[in-house]
């Protein structure tokens, strides 16, 4: 259906009407959201004049969260923008509409008293709050409407949250590690293996790529770029026997990544559905051959708490902390690219007590 043009800056379109006029050269255009034309000629002239006062008398311009997040996604460029963007659509319904300078916990408690509903982990909402937080301090920092001002004078204190939720982490046995890797599939057998031997992030594991490996005295090596470590830090990983017998087991896999496939490049496909069943089986399994039930942390196992087993292992060889702080990729000041050959000899004995 066309539009309707009327004098006054104002058309209809599918029978709403919309404003499109021209204010001192810029061109204003949006909708009323109303059917009545005396309603949207009153929308107008409110606009108008608040429109005037921003340009004529330098009033500052109001802009809502929804304005600011959209900004903040089209300027951003960190590596985890596309987990901020799914944060802020989580958010958008309880606070899109709200103005900045209107915006402060008690605007954010419909939304966080929703998802502890849910039966959400305060981690993950204090995770979208900590975008929320971030999104503000953009908007007073960097953006700036039409007289210089900025779209945010102060930024309101948005605590994290504490529920007493908090999931402490899960270290394996011996016996339930068996149970694991017996019930998982080929390809995630050598994950879990090689995360047992390397302590890798999953984000790390899935960008390693052949191109980052190195020898050293024989030693196999991964020097990881700053770019997808958490501390943006160059890290070394230092490969002992097992973790060496699987990735050569994987050289010839056509890739530019040692785990390739639906494991190569995304981060949430290794504790996908593959390896949600997976540990299920291995509680199963765990409670058959022991004759009693598999404890919670093992049924409901996560990726990263296998790195957890890794420095717990680490500790009871008796290994250094500083040592462990080395393989476990915690920042340091050190650049892990200058460690000298006879160090990486130290990291490869300290991980072959693990074999």
């Not at 529920?163 to 057998?189: F, H, I, M, Q």
């Not at 943006?232 to 087991?249: G, K, M, P, T, Y």
């Not at 069943?277 to 942390?297: C, I």
């Given at each position: ?28 255009c949006r909708s009323t959201g109303t059917n009545r034309k005396r309603e949207a000629e009153e929308y107008l002239v409110f606009h108008l004049n608040k429109y005037r006062r921003i340009t004529v008398f330098g009033e500052p311009q109001q802009f809502t969260f929804s304005e600011a997040a959209a900004r903040y996604i089209e300027e951003e460029t960190k590596k985890s923008l596309d987990r901020d963007i799914q944060d802020l659509k989580i958010v958008m319904p309880f606070i899109g509409d709200v103005l900045l300078n209107k ?253």
């Amino acid at each position: 259906m066309g539009k309707t043009k009327t004098v006054g800056g104002l058309y209809q379109r599918n029978g709403i009407w919309h404003i499109d006029k021209q204010i001192n050269g810029r061109r204003i255009c949006r909708s009323t959201g109303t059917n009545r034309k005396r309603e949207a000629e009153e929308y107008l002239v409110f606009h108008l004049n608040k429109y005037r006062r921003i340009t004529v008398f330098g009033e500052p311009q109001q802009f809502t969260f929804s304005e600011a997040a959209a900004r903040y996604i089209e300027e951003e460029t960190k590596k985890s923008l596309d987990r901020d963007i799914q944060d802020l659509k989580i958010v958008m319904p309880f606070i899109g509409d709200v103005l900045l300078n209107k915006l402060h916990m008690e605007t954010l408690k419909p939304f966080i008293d929703f998802r502890q509903g849910e039966g959400v982990k305060s981690a993950t909402i204090n995770r979208t709050l900590a975008v929320v937080r971030l999104v503000l301090k953009r908007a007073q920092a960097r953006y700036r409407d039409v007289n210089g001002n900025p779209w945010l004078q102060t930024i309101p204190e948005i605590p994290k949250i504490k529920w007493g939720d908090a999931r402490k982490a899960y270290c394996l046995n011996v016996e339930e590690e068996r149970c694991l890797l017996k019930t998982l599939s080929p390809e995630l057998r050598d994950i879990t293996l090689f995360l047992l031997h390397t302590g890798l992030r999953d984000q790390e594991l899935c960008h390693l790529a052949w191109e980052n490996m190195r020898f050293e005295k024989n030693v196999m090596c991964f020097v990881l770029p700053k770019t997808i470590t958490k501390n943006q830090e160059e890290r070394l990983v230092v490969c002992n026997r097992v973790a060496r017998q699987i990735a050569e087991s994987h050289i010839d896999n056509k890739s530019a990544y040692v785990f390739h496939g639906r494991f190569g490049k995304k981060r949430s496909e290794v504790g996908g559905h593959g390896w949600n069943e997976g540990r299920k089986r291995a509680a199963n399994l765990y409670e058959q051959h022991e004759g009693q039930q598999a404890a919670w942390g093992f049924s409901n196992l996560r990726v990263h708490d296998i790195r957890h087993t890794f420095c717990q292992r680490l500790r009871r060889e008796g290994v250094s902390l500083e040592t462990r702080k080395a393989l476990m990729g915690h920042a340091n000041g050190d650049i892990t690219t200058h460690y000298s050959p006879a160090e990486i000899g130290e990291l490869y004995t300290a991980l072959e007590r693990l074999v």
